[in-house]
């Protein structure tokens, strides 16, 4: 299915060939596609990528990761309330279909964001109250000064409260739950492009909104984009070098060389905010798919730090990543407030300590286990599990491989039903409360949507709540120091490696590589 899939893109592409000299058209690929166009379903790398194009934010971070106005002009503290944020918001702007985009659609979205099957409710967890005064003033109430407030809303996307009503679409997309809605596949937002037409997983078109309200401020020379996920790295490649590619986000580390070596292309690399790692299932009492009957192994401390010890991130480096990632100690990309290097230290690899600890916790004749893991979503992701798969049979520990497309990838995480799974995390908010509300808080109505291991603290949960209300940012930094302590001596996670990122282009084609791994087209320079 997935080959005959790729074989129809390529088809759609070359039956509408145009060479990157065309400042017009922009074709870009890269491994998956958007899983959704609902902006609050998915709090998911590829799917803000392509929404971004189509809907804005009241704030976003640029192609040089600084934080911008975007549906607002500015924003600050209430001087007559420290729990009150106050957004000016950006005047004369429509949507794609024409209305006016006004505070009472900041309201509806936010209000949208923050409902259960939200993707995006962490970020807005310490929020109280969404108020719309007037037309062009929004205010949001927060149970507490929340210092980093507007660093929260930069992927938070604004929709048209009327077309929403309108089409059925005012309650988020229930996505692991598999539902489908008009939300799903259509959009009507104020970015730089309009939604063309949709096709998931085989060709999203946008073009260009003649009527952005930044045609002054940003370059705009793409004026079509034909978004092609090609699973297939050679495919991929073989695209690019034929011509029929402008952009791929992913090249893959085998082919680096071979693409900035050819005529009329070039690659950008740049550190990207994002780690790789394995969660492990730690809460429940015993785990669906293994040989130990009656107990969970991963249960014991031992176990998950015997795991830990016996994967060689220098070998993965080297062998899978072909030197283009840094081995990593913990979930936090450097990016990260609260990121230091002494965490960050890989786990030596250690073999024999790792058999001698598995021995001590009652494993000395190891156990079977699945690991779920993504085939089109991180670099080299299917080949990392599959090396890990080797690395823990050399402590006892075989490892069944189930590797399948994001699409079904995620939802297992969301589900709680797996027992041991590769994720990735990038940290928009450049700070630790984002890790911390996603993938270590005890999974509930607020918080821990990502948290699939079944960990829970109570104490550190309180902690990690805290961190919303904290205005002393040392006392808060200190703060933030403990609570990484403790998940550190947990566990909980088994982190793998930062990622780099490696963007291939016509030549002239010019912006900078965007450590978010997220591309705003409307940045983009064509010559």
Known sequence: ??????????????????????????????????????????????????????MEPLLLLDMNNKQVPALATDWAVSPDDANVWVFNLRQGVKFHDGADFTSEDVKFSLDRAMSDSSDYKELLASVKEVRAPSDYVVEIVTDGPNPIMPANLTNMMIMDKDWAEANGATKVQDYEGGEDTFAAKNANGTGAYKLVSREPDVKTVLTLNENYWGADEFPLDVTEIIYTPIQNASTRVAAMLSGELDFIQDVPVQDLMRVSAADGLKVETAPQN??????????????????????????????????????????????????QSQPAGMIAPPFVNGWTEELDAAAATDIDGAKALLSEAGYGDGFSIQLDCPNDRYVNDEAICQATVGMLAQVGITVNLDAKPKAQHFPLIANRSTDFFMLGWGVPTQDSEYIFNFLVHTSGEKYGSWNATGYSNPDLDMKIQALASETDLEARNASIADIWATVQDETLYIPLHHQVLNWGFADNINVPVSAEDTPKIKYFEVN
């Open 274 to 323: 994002r780690v790789i790692f394995f969660g492990l299932n730690v809460g429940a009492d015993d785990l669906t798919n293994d040989n130990v009957e009656g107990k969970n192994p991963l249960a014991d401390k031992r176990v998950r730090k015997a795991m830990n010890m016996a994967i060689n991130r220098e070998a993965i480096k080297q062998v899978v990543m072909r030197g």
């Open 1 to 54: 299915m997935r080959t005959a899939t790729t074989a129809l893109a390529l088809a759609l592409m070359a039956s509408t060939s145009m060479t990157a000299a065309n400042a017009e058209t922009l074709r870009w690929a890269r491994a998956g596609d958007a899983l959704t166009l609902d902006p609050h379903a998915q709090n998911e790398g590829p799917t803000i990528t392509i929404n971004h194009q189509i």
